[in-house]
């Protein structure tokens, strides 16, 4: 009985102590979960995204989930209901989830701007934007900022043309209806366009650009502790400037991680681009 008791103190000394040598983060560890915009098929996404997690996983102490969403409509109502602790989203999402939810840009890629490029197949007759007038293109879905609502505004708003939309769910299936001629034209952004197979990209040439915005930004829901998001974000950057880190965010593409604000983001309340907005 008095061996037994001993045994029991002895252990929990060293219960207590490896607990007490542990970094405060660590000690009782926080799960999280991360939604993705499904700008890619859903096994695409998870090998790019899901080594970038592990990674972060080690640095912050964070266990991390990610959770995929086969089509964007269904990451939408997931993100405006507030089901990710943190999210990869276009900018004019963040603008609708800031205002419904409190999700807040964490950090975003500092080479680049987002823009929408509309395509056509290579040897298309197709010269100029009013040649569209009337005819069928492609674009993921309603509200895919660059690929689909920033370039419909343009469309009709800046060159008043008339279209019919047809949604194909995600930027290589754009590229796919347009190279095999379901349809005229469709609405991608440069880089998931340059991410296309090689001979999906020698079948396609870029016929029209949108105006540019910051692009896509991780954020932070609003119920996400303050210090957590600090512990992410600072991970991120981290991790970011390894040469690991630069391999993996690369292929999301985020190639110069940068932090980032809710600033850089509002001179779209000014495009008009609400009229053009899908409520699903």
Do not use: C
């Not at 859903?42 to 996983?57: A, G, S, V």
């Not at 930027?171 to 991410?195: D, F, K």
């Not at 540019?212 to 991780?218: D, I, N, Q, R, T």
């Amino acid at each position: 009985m008095k061996r037994s008791l001993l045994q029991f103190v002895v252990s929990a000394f060293f219960t207590l102590f490896s607990l007490s040598a542990m970094p405060a983060h660590l000690n009782l560890q926080k799960s999280y979960t991360i939604g993705v915009v499904p700008q890619f098929e859903q096994r695409k996404l998870f090998k790019i995204w899901q080594p970038i997690l592990n990674e972060l996983e080690a640095r912050t102490g964070f266990s991390l989930h990610l959770i995929g969403s086969p089509k964007i409509p269904v990451f939408e109502q997931k993100f405006m209901a507030g089901e990710y602790d943190f999210a990869y989203m276009n900018p004019y999402h963040m603008l609708k989830a800031y205002v419904t939810q409190g999700y807040t840009p964490l950090v975003k890629d500092g080479s680049r701007r987002l823009k929408g490029v509309l395509v056509v197949q290579k040897d298309s007759p197709i010269l100029s934007l009013s040649e569209l007038e009337g005819k069928i293109l492609a674009f993921p879905s309603p509200n895919a900022l660059g690929a689909s609502l920033l370039m419909r505004a343009e469309l009709s708003t800046l060159h008043g043309i008339s279209f019919s939309p047809r949604y194909v769910q995600t930027h290589s299936s754009v590229y796919l209806n347009v190279a095999l001629g379901q349809a005229v034209a469709g609405g991608g952004v440069l880089s998931t366009l340059r991410s296309q197979p090689q001979n999906v990209q020698d079948k396609l040439r870029i016929l029209y650009e949108t105006r540019s915005v910051a692009p896509h930004p991780l954020t932070a829901h609003a119920r996400v502790p303050e210090a957590d998001r600090l512990i992410m974000k600072k991970a991120w950057l981290e991790l970011a400037a390894t040469d690991t880190g630069r391999m993996l965010m690369g292929k999301i593409p985020m190639r110069d991680s940068v932090p980032a604000e809710l600033e850089d983001y509002t001179s779209m309340h000014t495009w008009g681009l609400d009229a053009f907005y899908v409520i699903n």
